[in-house]
Nanobody
Framework: QVQLVESGGGLVQAGGSLSLSCVVS????????IGWFRQAPGEGREYVGT????????DYADSVKGRFALSRDNAKNTVYLQMNNLRPEDTAAYFC???????????????WGQGPQVTVST
């Protein structure tokens, strides 16, 4: 089965930057779509962005567009989420997830990472 292991996260000041990594192990060739979601305490999980391993297609939620950037390193089976100009409202646990086709719908994703915490202070 597919496993996703995340690293990164931590405390950063508003306006600062932070990067998260998602390493995908035992990945069947069909699981080529990686989505990102976040969840604040007491809130539901919301969409952040999506990328394919080919890199030919990406998508971002309006709330992070122009500030967050997705990239991938196929040789390392790793997807990166670069977060710039962070705001206090970005504070949340961030999850990567895998699926077999392009989607931005949370209920479609099959495998999930651990969700490290990102905290943005004022």
């Amino acid at each position: 089965q597919v496993q996703l292991v995340e690293s990164g996260g931590g405390l950063v000041q508003a306006g600062g930057s932070l990067s998260l990594s998602c390493v995908v192990s035992g990945r069947p060739s069909t699981y080529y779509v990686i989505g990102w979601f976040r969840q604040a305490p007491g809130e539901g999980r919301e969409y952040v962005g999506t990328i394919t391993w080919s890199g030919r297609r990406t998508d971002y939620a309006d709330s992070v567009k122009g500030r967050f950037a997705l990239s991938r390193d196929n040789a390392k089976n790793t997807v990166y989420l670069q977060m710039n100009n962070l705001r206090p409202e970005d504070t949340a646990a961030y999850f990567c997830a895998a699926y077999t086709a392009w989607t931005t719908e949370i209920n479609e994703y099959t495998f999930w990472g651990q969700g490290p915490q990102v905290t943005v202070s004022t």
